[in-house]
């Protein structure tokens, strides 16, 4: 069965701290994934997203992410991050014979503290 | 400019009522999505909708249905709304398989 696991329901880190949030997925052939984060009251905007390729992806506001898939792993980073990152995180995996159907982690809350 | 539409954004309903969430988008994407998002739960797809007419439950289908007759939008109906499925709704499109989903902003709704 396809699932996605974020490990960490809240994160705190103070202002200009490096982050990493967590994802694992369980998919046996080859997954597309993808970070979403959500500000309060809004819908979800993509970060970045991984297809194939180079296992280190680059996303928008300085954020990156790494596919590991001998650790069925997409940890997603910031080597500094502002108190506007503070948001909700999805990790989502798009996999299997119908890639139309999504699995979204439960998220991780982020609050940055100034 | 790219981009997913929900209407009304709040709504309040008394239980028994009936509910009509609509969505659109202006880029012509074939596949367009219904979810709800609670605390602690994450999103959870209650419709997938492939093209016009052409749809498929989701997870969490019950009490929900749905209508494609344009490309362009995608009604969510609940029939009798109950107080469960008070919630935050999201419409969502895709350009293709795959590929990256467009999030209207959501509705939030309130069943009395």
């Known amino acids: 069965a396809q699932s996605v696991t974020q490990p960490d329901a809240r994160v705190t880190v103070s202002e200009g701290a490096s982050l990493q949030l967590r994802c694992k997925y369980s998919y046996s052939g080859t997954p597309y994934l993808f970070w979403y984060v959500q500000y309060p009251r809004q819908g979800l905007q993509l970060l970045l997203k991984?297809?194939?390729?180079?296992?280190v992806v680059q996303g928008v506001n300085g954020f990156e992410a790494e596919f590991s898939k001998s650790n069925s792993s997409f940890h997603l980073r910031k080597a500094s991050v502002h108190w506007s990152d503070s948001a909700v995180y999805f990790c989502?995996?798009?996999?299997?014979?119908?890639?139309?159907?999504?699995?979204f982690g439960k998220g991780t809350h982020l609050h940055v503290l100034p | 400019d790219m981009k997913v539409t929900q209407m009304p954004r709040y709504l309040i309903k008394r239980m028994g009522e009936n509910v009509l969430l609509e969505c659109g988008q202006d880029m012509s994407h074939e596949t367009m999505y219904w979810y709800r998002q609670d605390p602690g739960l994450g999103l959870q797809l209650i419709y997938i909708?492939?093209?016009?007419?052409?749809?498929s439950e989701g997870d969490i289908p019950k009490g929900y249905r749905v209508s494609r007759k344009k490309r362009e939008h995608f009604s969510l109906i609940l029939d009798s709304a109950k107080t469960n499925q008070t919630s935050v709704y999201f419409c969502?499109?895709?350009?293709?398989?795959?590929?990256?989903?467009?999030f209207g902003p959501g509705t939030r709704l309130l069943v009395l």
């Open positions: 909708s492939y093209d016009v007419d052409s749809n």
């Open positions: 989502v995996l798009s996999a299997g014979t119908n890639a139309y159907k999504v699995i």
């Open positions: 969502a499109s895709i350009p293709g398989q795959g590929g990256t989903q467009y």
């Open positions: 991984y297809y194939s390729g180079d296992p």
